[in-house]
Antibody, heavy 118, light 107 residues
Framework: EVQLLDSGGGLEQPGGSLRLSCAAS????????MTWVRQAPGKGPEWVSA????????TYADSVKGRFTISRDNSLKTLYLQMNSLRDEDTAVYYC???????????WGRGTLVSVSS | EIVLTQSPATLSLSPGERATLSCRAS??????LAWYQQTPGQAPRLLIY???NRATGIPARFSGSGSGTDFTLTISSLEPEDFALYFC?????????FGGGTKVESK
């Protein structure tokens, strides 16, 4: 089955760190650019970060720049999001999603919840 | 940053009725707009890309139109499974942004 399995969320204190993972199943990860999108409770989605299919190109939303790092290991078919210096406003469900090069997202993970609270 | 404004916030309709959803961009984005559907507890599903192209497997009752700054998603005849949240998203430049959403609810 073609799917993305995102994981790694949890409860963390402000200033803490988490690493999210997104495992690709049923398709070749190298064929796709990838992204992370988050959605706070009751809000619309917010794009967080994107990475090119070979991993050489990355880009970030201003709200996470300098704190979050996106990466991928195509041999392991896995996308990552390292989140440092977490803030209350980072609380959201985080989704990984794939793009066929046009930066629209045709496949999404089920989401992993990140809660930042003291 | 391009702001996408969706209207109305909520649309109350009955099954079989026509739904018309709007997405307005704060600047020209050509036709670089997508529409997604989201049901509670689920990830978004791509419906329309490049303003008017249906994604794979999307029923013909969903159609998109528009270019520049004004875009429309039309559901020609609502099915029970169409009552959901709908978001637009542009890909004109970075950062990508999404609209605030329109909830289509059953009257």
């Amino acid at each position: 089955e073609v799917q993305l399995l995102d994981s790694g969320g949890g409860l963390e204190q402000p200033g803490g760190s988490l690493r999210l993972s997104c495992a690709a199943s049923g398709f070749t990860l190298t064929g796709y650019d990838m992204t992370w999108v988050r959605q706070a409770p009751g809000k619309g989605p917010e794009w967080v970060s994107a990475i090119s299919r070979d991993g050489d190109g990355t880009t970030y939303a201003d709200s996470v720049k300098g704190r979050f790092t996106i990466s991928r290991d195509n041999s392991l078919k896995t996308l990552y999001l390292q989140m440092n210096s977490l803030r209350d406003e980072d609380t959201a469900v985080y989704y990984c999603a794939r793009s066929q090069g046009n930066w629209y997202f045709d496949l999404w993970g089920r989401g992993t919840l990140v809660s930042v609270s003291s | 940053e391009i702001v996408l404004t969706q209207s109305p916030a909520t649309l109350s309709l009955s099954p079989g009725e026509r739904a018309t959803l709007s997405c307005r961009a704060s600047q020209n984005i050509n036709n670089y707009l997508a529409w997604y559907q989201q049901t509670p507890g689920q990830a978004p599903r791509l419906l329309i890309y490049d303003a008017s192209n249906r994604a794979t497997g999307i029923p013909a009752r969903f159609s998109g139109s528009g270019s520049g700054t004004d875009f429309t998603l039309t559901i020609s005849s609502l099915e029970p499974e169409d009552f959901a949240l709908y978001f637009c998203q542009h890909r004109y430049n970075w950062p990508l942004t999404f609209g605030g959403g329109t909830k289509v609810e059953s009257k």
